[in-house]
T-cell receptor
Framework: DAGVIQSPRHEVTEMGQEVTLRCKPISGHDYLFWYRQTMMRGLELLIYFNNNVPIDDSGMPEDRFSAKMPNASFSNLKIQPSEPRDSAVYFC?????????????FGEGSRLTVL | AQSVAQPEDQVNVAEGNPLTVKCTYSVSGNPYLFWYVQYPNRGLQFLLKYITGDNLVKGSYGFEAEFNKSQTSFHLKKPSALVSDSALYFCAVRSPWDQGGKLIFGQGTELSVKP
């Protein structure tokens, strides 16, 4: 299996621009998570989906952030408009209820820099 | 509410010496506990997990962790550290009542192994 695939790996944009981060989970996994990692705040859960349905979006920082999962093999996280404080590494992870403890499998991350 | 604490931001160990990375948790019920490792510019990799049973669990790369219910701890250990073990280590917890597999992560501990 190719694992969780994220794109782009790096994104540099200017304040005010729209940013779209993409994720392809492991085939057969029914949970998908978006995390954000910063030095100051560590790893924060933004939102997660079960069978393509958002379950908990309480970690989404503001209305500027949105996430969708139109099908079982794709999710995107959008920031519009972007701000410098959104600069972080964004991780996608997937899991399956079939796994005994539900361990997460992470992608390599998308490093976002907003100038 | 679930929480995880990693009391040390950094742990320094000489190669060949034993290492311990500390983790304490707070969760209702019997927890599911995890350790992940993150190498520079990479995603998090699953190391090991505790669900139930033997308090000492073994994982990848020679790591093990000891679950201590009375102290609500799940410390990561390795008998003989390698320079290549240098990385960022995260402890995580999940409530068994949470079907969603949502993990709560600690702030991370930077492990540095010197030759």
């Amino acid at each position: 299996d190719a694992g969780v695939i994220q794109s782009p790996r790096h994104e540099v944009t200017e304040m005010g621009q729209e940013v779209t981060l993409r994720c392809k989970p492991i085939s057969g996994h029914d949970y998908l998570f978006w995390y954000r990692q910063t030095m100051m705040r560590g790893l924060e859960l933004l939102i997660y989906f079960n069978n393509n349905v958002p379950i908990d979006d309480s970690g989404m920082p503001e209305d500027r952030f949105s996430a969708k999962m139109p099908n079982a093999s794709f999710s995107n996280l959008k920031i519009q408009p972007s701000e410098p404080r959104d600069s972080a590494v964004y991780f996608c992870a997937s899991s399956s209820v079939g796994l005994a403890a539900g361990e997460l499998f992470f992608g390599e991350g998308s490093r976002l820099t907003v100038l | 509410a679930q929480s995880v604490a990693q009391p040390e931001d950094q742990v320094n160990v000489a190669e060949g010496n034993p290492l311990t990375v500390k983790c304490t948790y707070s969760v209702s019920g019997n927890p599911y506990l995890f350790w992940y490792v993150q190498y520079p510019n990479r995603g998090l990799q699953f190391l090991l997990k505790y669900i139930t049973g033997d308090n000492l669990v073994k994982g990848s790369y020679g790591f093990e962790a000891e679950f201590n219910k009375s102290q609500t701890s799940f410390h990561l250990k390795k008998p003989s550290a390698l320079v290549s073990d240098s990385a960022l280590y995260f402890c995580a917890v999940r409530s068994p009542w949470d079907q969603g597999g949502k993990l709560i992560f600690g702030q991370g501990t930077e492990l540095s192994v010197k030759p």
